[in-house]
């Protein structure tokens, strides 16, 4: 009777460890997925590091894989100090730094316009804001408007994609319906990515969305009413840091990524893709494991395959 007491007992917590393992790796999977997307390093830095910064022949001083950290001493890094000249006297651009008028605050809201890092505090060395992933391999502003932080507003517009009878088409190896994604060609480097843009200071980022999607990528300027009904819902999948080809040490681009489903294919999943201003050019775009987008917009894009459960 001892014997067998005992041998349920130890059944018992077998069983119990085997369980909790199960639980605490699930639980801890959304955690997991998300801090992916947002911890320093590496694979944070392969846009903006060891190439000539766009749209001029200013070359970024070389960073290692590991020279990215802050922490790592690197007593011979010497990055080029540069700001694109047509940056100075813009509205929408912050005056040069170090300067007697102008002191921004940092890390907090200033005025309307928002240096709050969705990563946390950044450090200030030498009266400039540090990029809290790490090293870039230049300084100053490069294109970017912005000293820290530079804000913009991702709308993922997905639907299903149906056969000619309007059955939702899934994929064969996995059996998940397969998602599609309305992308835009950048005019600027010709890569496909998300139609987003920038916040306005004092905007409301689904203000943002909204109209980046309706003006900035897209024309639907006759389905104006449904668009706007369209986009007053959207599921959150990512706030954070971009691996952005115009990143520098000083300036950085954040975003707020929402995810706007139609589901039925109804209602924008139903419409012509018109490019806009900012795009060359626009269309529905299979999302699996092989689409390649600008920066980190793929990553980003995973979040919501993962959210509708669809193949990846």
Excluded at 181 to 195: E, G, H, T, Y
Aim: hydrophobic content about 35%; some cysteine.
């Amino acid at each position: 009777m001892k014997s067998s007491s005992c041998d349920f007992v130890l059944l018992l917590l077998i069983s119990l460890l085997y369980f909790s393992d199960k639980f605490l790796a699930s639980a801890s999977r959304p955690i997991e997925m998300m801090s992916s997307l947002v911890k320093p390093g590496v694979f944070r830095h392969l846009m903006c590091r060891n190439n000539m910064y766009p749209r001029s022949s200013v070359l970024r001083f070389p960073v290692s894989d590991d020279q990215v950290f802050w922490s790592e001493p690197y007593p011979d890094y010497c990055p080029i100090d540069y700001t694109s000249p047509h940056i100075g006297g813009q509205v929408w651009a912050d005056p040069p730094l170090p300067s007697d008028t102008f002191k921004p605050q940092w890390n907090k809201l200033d005025g309307q316009v928002n240096r709050v890092s969705f990563h946390g505090n950044y450090e200030i060395k030498n009266g400039l804001p540090l990029n809290p992933i790490g090293r870039t391999g230049l300084s100053g502003r490069g294109s970017l408007g912005r000293w820290g932080p530079n804000h913009a507003a991702d709308p993922i517009v997905t639907r299903w994609k149906r056969d000619s009878n309007g059955d939702i088409v899934r994929n064969s190896t996995t059996g998940k319906n397969i998602l599609q994604m309305v992308a835009i060609q950048r005019s600027d480097n010709k890569l496909w990515a998300i139609p987003g843009g920038m916040v306005d200071p004092g905007e409301n980022v689904s203000v943002t969305l909204k109209r980046e999607f309706t003006e900035g990528g897209l024309d639907f300027t006759d389905k104006s009413n449904m668009v706007e009904q369209f986009f007053r819902e959207g599921v959150h999948v990512y706030s954070g840091y971009v691996d952005d080809f115009r990143n520098t040490d000083n300036s950085w681009m954040e975003t707020t990524a929402l995810n706007f489903h139609d589901d039925d294919g109804s209602q924008v999943g139903k419409l012509e893709l018109v490019a806009g201003d900012d795009a060359t050019n626009v269309r529905w775009t299979d999302v699996d494991s092989n689409l390649k987008l600008h920066a980190n917009h793929a990553d980003i894009v995973k979040e919501v395959v993962v959210k509708r459960n669809a193949h990846w």
